[in-house]
């Protein structure tokens, strides 16, 4: 894990176009509470906070206690942070893992595509990974759009995998590999 922490560290901030990948820190926690407190945005994935003191709690203990692979994604021309994109390497496996929330202010836009194509250059150019894979509550439409303008591709459903605010809830999983990844970019050419 050493030499990909080490990468990882030197890759915990990343530019785009229109945004900017970096470390959440507590400075985000009105913009990031803006998100967590809205039902439309966190409607798939966690209950939402009540309270400013739940989004520092959870940037504490969870964006800040680990923070390889955590990103904010913040807009360049605002410097406003819309949301987060999570990046976990799998060793055993040479693989990572995606996940994203993304302020629903801001859907539509492009920008969650824009942070992942970054993690994906990451992850196949940097760090040297063969696949990298992600899952979503089959109820969320936008994030299946996101995944597959990614160049994912669909590998099956798990059902009943998730608790989401009390419910047991069937996760689609998606992945693209290396190679997959590669010639992609060679069309875009």
């Not at 926690?29 to 809205?38: A, P, V």
């Not at 496996?93 to 539509?108: D, V």
Request: negative net charge; aromatic residues 10%.
């Amino acid at each position: 894990m050493g030499n990909t922490n080490f990468l990882m560290i030197k890759h915990s901030r990343m530019e785009g176009e229109r945004i900017i990948l970096r470390q959440v820190s507590l400075d985000d926690i009105d913009d990031m509470y803006e998100y967590t407190s809205d039902e439309g945005t966190t409607r798939y994935i966690y209950d939402q906070h009540t309270d400013v003191n739940q989004t520092k709690k959870m940037i504490a203990n969870y964006y800040m206690k680990s923070p390889i692979g955590m990103y904010a994604i913040v807009l360049k021309e605002s410097n406003k942070m819309i949301g987060t994109i999570e990046f976990r390497i799998h060793e055993w496996n040479n693989s990572g893992e995606l996940g994203f929330t993304l302020n629903r202010h801001f859907w539509g836009k492009g920008y969650m595509t824009e942070a992942g194509k970054l993690i994906l250059e990451l992850a196949f150019h940097t760090l040297g990974l063969d696949r990298v894979f992600a899952g979503h509550d089959v109820r969320n439409g936008a994030s299946e759009k996101v995944l597959s303008r990614l160049g994912m591709t669909y590998e099956g459903t798990h059902r009943r995998d998730q608790m989401v605010k009390g419910v047991l809830t069937d996760t689609a999983h998606y992945s693209i590999l290396k190679e997959e990844y590669l010639n992609s970019e060679k069309k875009e050419e």
